[in-house]
């Protein structure tokens, strides 16, 4: 685990706003963070001012874009008649292996909401939370995440599952999704806004790719009156805090936020605690992190506007490290993208992996395209990874060549052998003329 997360001093409700580090985002502009809102005056006046939750209800769903609202709707009850099917069973929402903010918050909205229908649901990751903001949100809101290690999966009884939730990712990135397809358990919900990762069997699916972060899908589902939120209820409101906290992740501190993420922000603004969210946002970066942004710096290579950077091996719990070198190198004057991969080594199953992330500013340029033509595909037909807006990430396994050596010139040369390899592939789409001329 890294160790500097924000520690009680950093929460003391007087510490003013300081530069933010959104989890996937740039780190060098201030939080804006607007002075005068307080925590403990939330928003929401309608209980006093309005006559009820009848007249409530419209108001929340004005807070919606026309299109948004008739998508809502219509899914909305489709999802609750999904959920009434389902009540009383005990679920298993599954993260991707590194969680970020969107999919933190919106599992756990998604468990509020199957509590009403006593769905007993239990958030689980294979990975490890290895963003400082992550851990900080976490242990700030005590979100109810679990880290299933792989030992822990290994004992497991899946048997007292009856059903398998994906919330922003769809299955590929996550090692739950074999585990729980070997022990039968059925797909019952998807809500993601990555775009499609292939034929999905679930029985809900709400599959959005034009909105920036699954929190708006969750949000607009709490406007919708799945579940009230209650400014008196520490859950909700730290709940959708950590809403706030991932859509503003997702979307670059809402400056790529679209009219229906702004409002979704909006309707939270009511429910959520400023000052909760100002710690979380101020968790500073470990040392090991720093290093590897050193790393990416030292080692970058500059070509056609791309910003191609390997960072050698790191420690599993500092693979976030890799999209933060990222966010770091596309600030760069005259880059538009760049590209941070490492090898991750981990210590608890000896295992190694190619971990590489990329940023873009560029509109023409799509992530999850990129990424899929660059690396093509695995002996299953899988990709090796995907993005969305602004940005994507890969993970290529290294098969027989895993494993940890003691010799230094066998560890050292396995890294040339795969920085050459991932560089070819990218230099293919970043000078594709070079094809020609050779
Ligand atoms: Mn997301």
Redesign the pocket.
Known sequence: MIESVATPKNATPKSKAQPSQSANQSANQPANQPANQSANQPANQSGEQRSGPEQAAPTSQGWMTPQARSTTEQKASEFRRVLEQHRGERQLVALQDFP?P??LSCAWAYKLIAQQYDIRCDIVYAGALSHQENIALVRLTNLPAQRWSPQVLREKDFSVYQGCVYV?NQGTTTQFQSITQQARIPLVVVID??TAQGELNAEFIDLRPQVR??ATILTQYLQSGLIKFDTNNSEHVKCATALMH?LRS?TNRLMQAQEEDFLAAAYLSRFYDTQLLNSVLQASRSKRVMDVIERSLRNRMLQNNFSIAGVGYLRYDDRDAIPQAADFLVTEENVHTAVVYGIVHDEDDDLEVVIGSLRTSKITLDPDEFIKEAFGQDAQGRFFGGG?SMAGGFEIPMGFLSGFNEASDYTRMKWEVFDAQIKQKLLRLVNPDDDILT
Do not use: L, Q, S, V
């Open positions: 970020d969107d999919a922003d806004h990555h972060a699954t991932g997702d969305r």
